[in-house]
């Protein structure tokens, strides 16, 4: 089955800095690749996605950039603001029949004012 | 408010207890999932129904027993739950056939004492 590696675990930026999340997957099949959100108290909640046709995408201050070849994927967020702190999960999917969605460990952002 | 709404918000119940988790939607989305989210690991697929019918069952215990009435209401029933069964339990609900992520509740904080 799918395994998603995601790294830091942990991450502590200044405000107005840049954060990166990393993760790799290892099914060749996977093709859409979404990123969640949480924060606490609440469940996930999707804020940007990439399918494998598709190298980079950005909305606003976040983008994220596949590398098929590779099997990596990255989540940048820039102009980090306070409310950028939460924990964030990368996921890997393949797109036959109902979703069948494999997340990585999660990394826990703390944007510092 | 996602559109997926869960309850009970927190649960504790012993051992011998038995009790259900309830998640509505009311999104059109006909694929719903149970996830477990336990701290430092990935979250744990449990169950999954397309079209009302289960789809995906990995390898979990038989003191939870998923029940699909309908497209729009999923439930977990728990029984002799033991204690490291403690976790936050997350209901997802999404298209099936097409990936556009996933919708989550805000989950339930079951403590089993």
């Known amino acids: 089955g799918e395994n998603v590696e995601q790294h830091p675990s942990t991450l502590s930026v200044q405000e107005g800095d840049s954060a990166v999340i990393k993760c790799t997957y290892s099914?060749?099949?996977?093709?859409?690749f979404p990123w969640y959100k949480q924060e606490l108290g609440k469940g996930p909640q999707l804020i940007i996605d990439?399918?494998?046709?598709?190298g980079e995408k950005k909305d606003q201050r976040i983008a994220v950039t596949l590398n098929k070849t590779a099997k990596h994927f990255s989540l940048h967020i820039t102009e980090t603001q306070p409310e950028d702190s939460a924990v964030y999960f990368c996921?890997?999917?393949?797109?036959?029949?109902?979703?069948?969605?494999?997340f990585g460990i999660g990394t826990k952002l703390q944007v510092i004012p | 408010e996602t559109g997926v709404t869960q309850t009970p918000r927190h649960l504790v119940m012993g051992m011998t207890n038995k009790k259900s988790l309830k998640c509505e939607q009311h999104?059109?989305?006909?694929?719903m999932y149970w996830y477990k989210q336990s701290a430092k690991k990935p979250l744990e697929l449990m169950f999954v129904?397309?079209?009302?019918?289960?789809?995906e069952n990995n390898s979990v215990p038989s003191r939870f027993s998923p029940e699909c009435p309908n497209s729009s209401h999923l439930f977990l029933h728990l029984h002799t739950l033991q204690p490291e069964d403690s976790a936050l339990y997350l209901c997802?609900?999404?298209?099936?056939?097409?990936?556009?992520?996933?919708?989550f509740g805000s989950g339930t904080r079951l403590t089993v004492v």
């Open positions: 997802a609900s999404s298209h099936p056939t097409a990936n556009y992520g996933y919708t």
């Open positions: 099914d060749s099949a996977s093709n859409y």
């Open positions: 990439i399918r494998s046709n598709v």
């Open positions: 996921a890997a999917a393949n797109s036959g029949g109902y979703q069948k969605v494999t």
């Open positions: 999104l059109g989305h006909n694929a």
């Open positions: 129904y397309s079209l009302e019918e289960r789809v």
